[in-house]
C-alpha cells in the first residue's frame, strides 16, 4: 500500500488552470481519470488525511504511486479529454456506465437493398437505422407485429429470404399479408423501400402525417364503393392508433427531451434515463454505480451527462443513419457546476442549441418525480439483490489468502484450461479476474502447438510458458514493440483504437516509461501484469507442470494451484494431498466461477476453430483458386453439388474462369468424388 505523501507534487507545481488529471499505479496504469476547473484545487482534495476520505477514494489514493497532468484551455476541452482517457484506458476506479448495448433496440438495415426489420443488441453499425432503446426485447417484437400489418416490410434473416426467392413461394408473414414479399417478386426494391421509410416515419413521430394519409384515402375509397379497401384502411387506422397508445403521452406539446434522475447513498447510486421524443416516451434505461467518492448531485450530474451522451455521440458515428444523439431539452434534478460548458458541449454534439435545466413546476416537474420514483424503486431492488455480493468477495479473497499461506491476497487471479476433442483442435482460454470480477478486457486464448502431443500437462506446460515469457519480455528494460506481437494470441476484447497522448506536466523528466507500458501509446502491453495467484484446471500433475515452467523461467512471486472436478481439491505443486475448502466457503465459490469461466471461453474458442476446420470446402485444395473466384463460382452454381455436375465450358461461362483453370478445377472436383465413393469411414467425436 502506498503512502500518498510519498508522490504529493509540490502545491507550487500544479497549475491553477482547468485540466484533465491521471493517478497511475506502480505498473505505469492509469487506475483513475477526472477533471478539473482548477487542478490546483481538485489535486489538494485527494491528498488530505487519508482517515477523512471515502473509502473508495483512500483505496485509490493508496494504490496509485503517481500523478500526472494535462493542461487544457477551457473546461469543454478538459470534458472532451477526460471522456477520450476514461474510454481509452477504462480505469478500475471510475465510474463507467456499461451496459449501453445490452438494451434491445429495433434496427433498420437502410444499406440493404430490401431493408430488413429485427430486434437487436450489439454495437452500432453504419447504414443500419436505430429505433429504442426499449426495456424488452418483447416490447418491440409485440409492436413490431401490430404495425407489419400497416408497413408490411421484411423482417427475415438473409438466408430465409434467399431460400424462399429460389422456391418462389412466399413464408408464412407474406400469406397473411404481414410481409409485402419482395422475396418473390410482388413488391420491387423501390416499392419496398417506400413501405420502410413510412415505417421509419411513423416510429420517428411524424404519426399526423400518416393518420391524416390514411383516413383520407379511406374515405376516398369509400365514396368510390371500394369496401373492401376501405374496411381494410379503417383496421390499419385502428392498428396505428393502439400502437400510439402503447407509447403514453407525458407531455403535449411535442416535447423532444430526455429526463434523468438519480437516486443515491455514500456507496452507490442509481440512474434512470426516459427518452421522450414528440412527447411520448419512446425508451427507458437505468444504471446502477458504485460511487468513488462522496458525490454531490451535481457532479454526479455532470459526471452521467458528458459519459453518457460521448456513448451516445459514439454509437451514432457508427451507425451513421441521421439523427442526433442529443435531444433538445435535458431535463436535470440539479445542474452541475460546469453546466455552461456542458452545455456548449452538448451543443457541439447535437449542432444546435441544448437546453440544460431544472424543470420546476407544471408537466416537466411531474414527469421528473415519475422518473426519480423509478431511480429511487430500481436503487432498492439493487440493494436487496447485491447487499452481500462486496461482503462475499472480500470474504472469498481473505479466505483463499488463509487456505493457501500467500502473503497478501490474491487480488488478481489468472486461471488457464484446455479443450480439444481426442487430441485435435488443442487450445487453452486464460481469464482474468481482479478484486473477485471477471475483467475480460484482460481474457486471452490460445492456440496449443507443440504441448498438444504431452496431453493436458503438456498443453499447460506450453501455455505458461507463452504467457510469462511474454510477461518478462514486456516488462524488461529493453522491451520493445517488436517483442510483444508474438503471433498465435487473440485477444478477446478489444480495447479501443490507439491514440498517442499529449505531453503532460508532471511526466518523468527523463520521458522514460514505466515496464510493461508501450511508450508510443501509453496503453498497457497485453501481458505486462502477472497474478498474484494462477489457477490451473486440473489436479497434481497440472498444477506441478505450471509450477515448473515458473521456475525455469525464473518467476517465484505468483502462486500456483490446480482445481480438480470430480471433488473440487485444490491441489499445491509438490504436495501429496489436497487442500480441501468448505462446500459453502466464498473461495470455493469464487474459484469455480474463475474456473467455470475459463472454461466456457476455451470451449467458445474451441468450436471456433473446429468449425472452421469442418467446414473447409473442397475448392480449398484447387491450386490458384482464391476466395473471390471460389464466392464465384458458388455464387453462379449455387452449391458444390450442382458444380461437380457441371462441364468445363459451364465453369468458363463464370467470370474470371478460362480453359486452363476450368479443366483444373474438373479435375480437382472428380479427384475428390472418385476419393469419397472409396472412404466409407466416418468420423466420430467424444466431449
Not at 484446455?418 to 475483467?439: K, M, N, Y
Amino acid at each position: 500500500m502506498a503512502d500518498p505523501s510519498t508522490y504529493r507534487p509540490a502545491p507550487g507545481t500544479i497549475p491553477d488552470a482547468p485540466g484533465v488529471y491521471r493517478f497511475h499505479d506502480a505498473e505505469g496504469r492509469i487506475i483513475y481519470v477526472g477533471k478539473a476547473k482548477s487542478l490546483r484545487s481538485r489535486l489538494a482534495n485527494y491528498f488530505a488525511d487519508l482517515s477523512g476520505l471515502h473509502p473508495r477514494t483512500r483505496r485509490m489514493v493508496t494504490t496509485a504511486t503517481g500523478v500526472r497532468w494535462t493542461v487544457v484551455g477551457t473546461e469543454v476541452e478538459a470534458l472532451q479529454l477526460e471522456y477520450s482517457w476514461i474510454k481509452e484506458y477504462d480505469p478500475r476506479f471510475n465510474v463507467r456506465y456499461r451496459d449501453d448495448k445490452s438494451y434491445p433496440v429495433l434496427a433498420v438495415t437502410l444499406h440493404e437493398e430490401y431493408p430488413r426489420l429485427h430486434v437487436y443488441r450489439g454495437p452500432r453499425r453504419k447504414g443500419v437505422r436505430y429505433f429504442g432503446p426499449y426495456a424488452h426485447a418483447w416490447a418491440i417484437r409485440e409492436t413490431l407485429d401490430m404495425l407489419l400489418r400497416v408497413f408490411p416490410a421484411r423482417t427475415c434473416s438473409s438466408g430465409v429470404f434467399k431460400r424462399h426467392g429460389q422456391i418462389g413461394r412466399p413464408c408464412l408473414l407474406g400469406y397473411i399479408g404481414k410481409c409485402a414479399a419482395p422475396c418473390v417478386g410482388r413488391v420491387d426494391a423501390d416499392e419496398h423501400r417506400a413501405i420502410v421509410d413510412d415505417f421509419c416515419d411513423f416510429l420517428s413521430g411524424r404519426t399526423d402525417t400518416l393518420m391524416r394519409k390514411l383516413d383520407r384515402e379511406m374515405k376516398q375509397a369509400s365514396a368510390e364503393l371500394e369496401f373492401e379497401r376501405a374496411a381494410r384502411l379503417r383496421d390499419d387506422l385502428e392498428a396505428l392508433r393502439r400502437a400510439m397508445e402503447k407509447q403514453a403521452v407525458v407531455l403535449g406539446d411535442g416535447t423532444d427531451a430526455d429526463v434523468i434522475a438519480f437516486a443515491q447513498d455514500e456507496l452507490a447510486a442509481a440512474v434512470q434515463v426516459f427518452h421522450i421524443r414528440g412527447g411520448r416516451v419512446r425508451g427507458q434505461r437505468g444504471w446502477v454505480i458504485d460511487l468513488e467518492a462522496e458525490t454531490g448531485l451535481g457532479e454526479l450530474t455532470g459526471r452521467f451527462l458528458s459519459q453518457f451522451y460521448g456513448e451516445q455521440a459514439a454509437l451514432a458515428d457508427q451507425a451513421d443513419a441521421g439523427g442526433t444523439p442529443v435531444p433538445r431539452e435535458v431535463l436535470v434534478p440539479e445542474l452541475p457546476e460546469d453546466a455552461p460548458a456542458l452545455g456548449q458541449w452538448l451543443g457541439e454534439l447535437r449542432g444546435s442549441r441544448v437546453d440544460l435545466r431544472v424543470p420546476q413546476r407544471g408537466d416537466k416537474r411531474t414527469l421528473m418525480e415519475t422518473v426519480e420514483r423509478n431511480a429511487k424503486e430500481a436503487f432498492t431492488q439493487y440493494k436487496l439483490r447485491r447487499a452481500g455480493d462486496l461482503t462475499a468477495r472480500s470474504a472469498a479473497l481473505q479466505e483463499l489468502q488463509e487456505a493457501l499461506a500467500l502473503d497478501t491476497a490474491p487480488l488478481r487471479i489468472e486461471c488457464v484450461d484446455v479443450s480439444h476433442v481426442q487430441g485435435s483442435d488443442v487450445v487453452a482460454s486464460l481469464v482474468v479476474f481482479e478484486d473477485g470480477v471477471a475483467r475480460k478486457s484482460e481474457y486471452r486464448r490460445f492456440s496449443v502447438r507443440e504441448g498438444a502431443e504431452g496431453g493436458d500437462v503438456g498443453s499447460i506446460d506450453e501455455v505458461v510458458r507463452r504467457r510469462f515469457a511474454r510477461y518478462l519480455k514486456e516488462t524488461g528494460p529493453d522491451a520493445t514493440e517488436s517483442e510483444v506481437d508474438a503471433p498465435n494470441v487473440a485477444a478477446s476484447h478489444g480495447t479501443g483504437a490507439d491514440q498517442a497522448e499529449p505531453a503532460a506536466a508532471g511526466e518523468p523528466a527523463d520521458g522514460g516509461t514505466a515496464p510493461g507500458i508501450d511508450p508510443e501509446t501509453g496503453k498497457p502491453r497485453k501481458f505486462a501484469y502477472p497474478p498474484n495467484l494462477l489457477v490451473i484446471d486440473g489436479g497434481a500433475p497440472q498444477a506441478n507442470a505450471a509450477a515448473d515452467a515458473l521456475t525455469e523461467l525464473g518467476i517465484t512471486d505468483v502462486a500456483v494451484i490446480g482445481l480438480a472436478k470430480r471433488l473440487e481439491e485444490v491441489w499445491l505443486p509438490a504436495e501429496p494431498d489436497p487442500v480441501i475448502l468448505a462446500r459453502t466457503s466464498e473461495a470455493l465459490y469464487l474459484l469455480q466461477r474463475v474456473r467455470d469461466e475459463a472454461h466456457r471461453f476455451a470451449i467458445n474458442y474451441h468450436r471456433q476453430k473446429r468449425s472452421k476446420r469442418l467446414s473447409r470446402s473442397v475448392l480449398d485444395s484447387v491450386p490458384g483458386l482464391g476466395e473471390a473466384r471460389k464466392t464465384a463460382l458458388l455464387k453462379h452454381f449455387g452449391s458444390v453439388r450442382k458444380l461437380k455436375q457441371a462441364e468445363i465450358e459451364d465453369i468458363m461461362a463464370v467470370p474470371g474462369f478460362g480453359r486452363r483453370t476450368a479443366e483444373t478445377v474438373c479435375a480437382a472436383l472428380a479427384t475428390e468424388a472418385g476419393a469419397g465413393r472409396g472412404d466409407t469411414s466416418t468420423e466420430g467425436e467424444n466431449q
